[in-house]
């Protein structure tokens, strides 16, 4: 599984915002974008203001590292929307948002999209009763992701069922904490999707 392995703090530096990459630590005043709000690199601060094509590479990038996906994996999502019928741009979003990892993500197991992809990756949910560890497997509404049973008793699962409490679980899923059990009701709207970004800027991007 190819994955982006540098410095994360990075990413949020270049694209001018906080990506939450890092989970909590990006809620303290150790985040360093708290300390250095601007691009990495010598000249950084002496960038020119960038040209229309550089803002729909940007806008691009920052959907790319929010989601924590590779080039050539986000370029077969977007093939996929534009295959949809309906709004590309809608469409692109809507697939990266029904990954599991994402969705494992949203509904509290995890505390970074990254940590969620991990904990996919060995073997710790089931989907449907059956054992699923492929981050990128799109989810269909009706779908039912489970903690398997025999991570339950983990304490990260245990602090994370704790936690969510506080945290707003999306109204297109569901989630039981009792039997760390989710539920995915629908396939998000635009409104119920929260991700900062311009989805027209990237279909601009792939349609120059």
């Not at 909590?24 to 010598?42: A, N, Q, S, V, W």
């Not at 999209?113 to 981050?135: C, E, K, M, T, Y």
């Amino acid at each position: 599984m190819a994955r982006y392995t540098g410095p994360v703090c990075r990413l949020c530096r270049r694209e001018g915002m906080k990506l939450y990459l890092k989970g909590e630590k990006c809620l303290t005043p150790k985040c360093p974008f708290e300390r250095r709000p601007y691009p990495p690199g010598m000249h950084a601060q002496q960038r020119k203001k960038p040209t229309e094509y550089g803002l729909r590479l940007r806008e691009k990038q920052k959907a790319r590292r929010i989601y924590g996906i590779l080039e050539r994996q986000f370029r077969r999502h977007f093939e996929e929307a534009e295959r949809r019928p309906g709004v590309t741009g809608e469409n692109l979003l809507q697939i990266l948002e029904m990954r599991l990892d994402n969705i494992v993500y949203r509904l509290g197991f995890a505390v970074s999209r990254s940590q969620a992809r991990q904990l996919v990756r060995h073997g710790h949910f089931l989907v449907n009763g059956h054992r699923l560890d492929i981050p990128s497997a799109l989810l269909k509404p009706g779908d039912e992701i489970t903690v398997r049973p025999s991570s339950r008793e983990l304490q990260h699962f245990q602090e994370r069922m704790a936690a969510v409490q506080a945290q707003k679980i999306p109204g297109w899923l569901q989630l039981d904490p009792a039997t760390m059990t989710g539920r995915v009701l629908a396939v998000p709207s635009r409104q119920e999707i929260d991700t900062p970004v311009n989805e027209q800027l990237i279909v601009e991007y792939y349609s120059r």
